[in-house]
Nanobody, 117 residues
Framework: QVQLVESGGGLVQPGGSLTLSCAAS????????MGWYRQAPGRERELVAH???????DYADSVKGRSTISRDSAKNTLYLQMNSLNADDTAVYYC???????????WGQGTQVTVSS
């Protein structure tokens, strides 16, 4: 069973930064792509950023220019660096990974990010 474990969430001041981590239980290159999703109170789950096996990345418009998704294959870990955080970034952030053709889809349990003064 594949496990994804998020960490790095917490309370941060507006304008601050944080880095989220997602540790996978197997090589990240067994996945076609990995990504970060978030779900804010009263909102539906949305894609924040994703990265494919080949390294191609994409970002939601709301975080583009202030976020960076990256990976460390040696550590089987996915990262999300977020800067200039604002209240709208408050959400539970989930790590996602899927295999080719979405034959398998895996989710972490989530990590809470709260942006508040």
């Amino acid at each position: 069973q594949v496990q994804l474990v998020e960490s790095g969430g917490g309370l941060v001041q507006p304008g601050g930064s944080l880095t989220l981590s997602c540790a996978a239980s197997r090589s990240i290159f067994t996945f076609a792509a990995m990504g970060w999703y978030r779900q804010a109170p009263g909102r539906e789950r949305e894609l924040v950023a994703h990265i494919t096996r080949t390294g191609a990345t994409d970002y939601a418009d709301s975080v583009k220019g202030r976020s960076t998704i990256s990976r460390d294959s040696a550590k089987n870990t996915l990262y999300l660096q977020m800067n200039s955080l604002n209240a709208d970034d408050t959400a539970v952030y989930y790590c996602n990974a899927f295999t080719d053709y979405h034959s398998s889809d895996f989710w972490g349990q989530g990590t809470q990010v709260t942006v508040s003064s």
